[in-house]
């Protein structure tokens, strides 16, 4: 499984943007795939999850600012993040779980003025 992340950068606390995960495979009958962040130094964290359900699971400090959705058609798993801030910043990476846990290469946010 290869999974394809972007849509990083830099952005100003208060603005938004919007991470895609593209897979290589169809995600429509994987139980469990999100997003996590890392920070140097620290554990990488989950941000976001959603099961094949459609139930999604969010950090207490994401809720209500970051939207996790998927597009089965598009093989595409993406992170809606608006209201960011500076301890937002972080590599995020996202995770597809089939037989094992299948890691992308991550994307770069940076939230700063």
């Known amino acids: 499984v290869q999974l394809q992340a972007s849509g990083g950068g830099l952005v100003e606390p208060g603005g938004s943007l919007r991470l895609s995960c593209a897979a290589s495979?169809?995600?429509?009958?994987?139980?469990?795939m999100g997003w996590y962040r890392q920070v140097p130094g620290k554990q990488r964290e989950m941000v976001a999850v959603?099961?094949?359900?459609?139930?999604?699971n969010y950090a207490d400090s994401v809720k209500g600012r970051f939207t996790l959705s998927r597009d089965n058609a598009r093989k595409t798993l993406y992170l809606q993040m608006s209201s960011l801030k500076p301890e937002d910043t972080a590599v995020y990476f996202c995770?597809?779980?089939?037989?094992?846990?299948?890691w992308g290469q991550g994307t770069e946010v940076t939230v700063s003025s």
């Open positions: 995770m597809v779980r089939t037989v094992s846990d299948n």
């Open positions: 959603i099961t094949s359900a459609g139930r999604t």
């Open positions: 495979v169809s995600i429509f009958r994987l139980n469990f």
